[in-house]
């Protein structure tokens, strides 16, 4: 089974948090996530979030405090997802790679088709937050 290294960032603005949602194209169509992607060889997590943020929503960011960790298994893969908060630097939300992006709050968010790899983050963001 492949087993996939991938990042997750938590982009926040007070009581809200970005999410993205996976095109027709792609696997897990209109499933909601937090934005990311895959770590390349040789690349540290908060490398590949600050550049994969860059490609799929035009924007900088700064890759600040760890959040979570999950490890899931998607019958064909299983992916192991590390997600870190993130603040935006620079730029517009331009997509690219997804359909569709909402600034959601973070109470709601499990009312989203969350993938289920995301779940367990979404959770912790809101424990965090709530706190």
Known sequence: MKRIKVTAGIITDHDKVLITRRPPKENFVGGWEFPGGKIELNETPEACLARELKEELNIDVSVGNFCAEVCHDYGDMNIHLMAYYCTILDGEIQISV???????????LLKYDLLPADIPIAKKVMEEYYE
């Open 98 to 108: 997804h359909d569709k992006y909402k600034w959601v709050k973070i109470i709601d």
